[in-house]
């Protein structure tokens, strides 16, 4: 009755109703059950199905060193300084982003141009420092289709046959395979998604509008990497462990 008066109040405002006259024992629970079986409520705001997650890809838990199978994207474009000089002309530079399927490890390399000799020079590099990967999957060049006028030219340099071309051959010829998600899907690349989302709010709270140099961005970069890869990769209790570890 007093739900109803209150036209179907939540149970903070009904128990603070009855508690005006009354002091009902165990009056949360006894409030919200009687406000789970009301209709009228349930209609308004009815309980969802829950989506019942699929199982991860196999590449996603087949044991292995850390970035042997691993997804690639890029972010960007950065504005930068050409030069330490005041009036220094101002260009584009993206950041070309790497994580692990095993671990979750994040690899960033900052490149200076959106030009495939770039983005094979920053594949090198990558190698050189964390060892050849197996396997390497990006999105499909249809998932740039409806971005905005950032992200043209990458989608025009994965539409390139050129680039696609050379940059299969080179990573063929070090025994590297390069794998798609399906078109128009950029939800199966969700993994490295996240790690960009993660990289610019970093970025976002130190960087700001600030104009760096390409040797700042590089060392920002490589600071944000430190600390993405820096998580913590299980859940760590309120409370000071109780064994040595």
């Known amino acids: 009755d007093k739900h109803e008066r209150l036209m179907h109040g939540g149970p903070q405002a009904v128990l603070a109703a009855i508690r005006l006259k009354y002091w009902p024992i165990n009056g949360r629970n ?3 059950n009687v406000i789970h079986r009301c209709v009228i409520c349930f209609r308004n705001k009815p309980i969802t199905v829950q989506p019942i997650m699929g199982s991860l890809p196999r590449d996603r838990v087949q044991p292995g060193r850390p970035f042997m199978r691993c997804g690639i994207d890029f972010a960007g474009p950065f504005f930068i300084k050409s030069s330490l000089l ?18 979750k490890a994040v690899h960033i390399e900052l490149v200076s141009d959106f030009t495939t000799q770039a983005f094979i020079n920053a594949l090198n590099r990558f190698f050189d420092r964390r060892g050849k990967s197996t396997e390497i999957y990006s999105d499909n060049a249809t998932n740039f289709v409806g971005a905005n006028n950032k992200l043209k030219e990458v989608y025009q340099l994965f539409q390139s046959q050129q680039h696609m071309e050379t940059t299969r051959n080179t990573l063929a010829n070090i025994g590297v395979s390069w794998r798609f998600i399906p078109p128009r899907s950029p939800h199966f690349g969700g993994l490295w998604e996240a790690a960009v989302k993660s990289m610019k709010i970093l970025l976002g709270r130190i960087l ?13 970069l490589t600071r944000a990497e430190a600390c993405l890869n820096s998580r913590l990769i299980t859940y760590y209790p309120p409370i000071l462990p109780t064994l040595p570890i």
């Open 30 to 32: 006894l409030v919200r």
């Open 86 to 103: 005041r009036r220094a002309p101002i260009i584009k530079s993206y950041s070309c982003i790497l994580v692990c399927f095993a671990t």
């Open 208 to 220: 700001g509008e600030t104009r760096l140099t390409f040797e700042e961005l590089s060392t920002l």
